[in-house]
């Protein structure tokens, strides 16, 4: 198994940026692909963006595409989300997610089903 343990959220304005970070112990965080996604009060948890497992795979959800930017340092057993340009419609808890290696390549990324492990997620909130 992996732990996660995302950090960076907080209280921006629109417009401004925040960078994301899913800190992983446990199994060699290399072994898994990773998602982001957020869920906003009364709403689903929704895909966000993912990576495979080398980082040579990445997708994201049309909201975030060209604002966000997913990566990964496996020799830091780490992963990243920086967001650039916030809108007050990104505001939600964003929870880092490890997958089995395979579910980017598969194009199963987008389902919160198919991920194993989950960080307790991290506030962000965008004011305007």
């Known amino acids: 198994q992996v732990q996660l343990v995302e950090s960076g959220g907080g209280l921006v304005q629109a417009g401004d940026s925040l960078r994301l970070s899913c800190a992983a112990s446990g199994r060699t965080f290399s072994s898994y692909d990773m998602g982001w996604f957020r869920q906003a009060p009364g709403k689903e948890r929704e895909f966000v963006a993912a990576?495979?497992?080398?980082?040579?795979?990445?997708y994201y959800a049309s909201s975030v595409k060209g604002r966000f930017t997913i990566s990964r340092d496996n020799a830091e057993n780490t992963g990243y989300l920086q967001m650039n340009n916030l809108k007050p419609e990104d505001t939600a808890v964003y929870y880092c997610?490890?997958?089995?290696?395979?579910?980017?390549?598969?194009?199963?990324?987008?389902?919160?089903?198919?991920?194993?492990?989950w960080g307790q997620g991290t506030q962000v909130t965008v004011s305007s």
């Open positions: 997610a490890a997958a089995t290696s395979g579910t980017v390549f598969s194009g199963n990324y987008r389902y919160k089903r198919k991920y194993d492990y």
């Open positions: 990576i495979d497992r080398t980082g040579g795979s990445i």
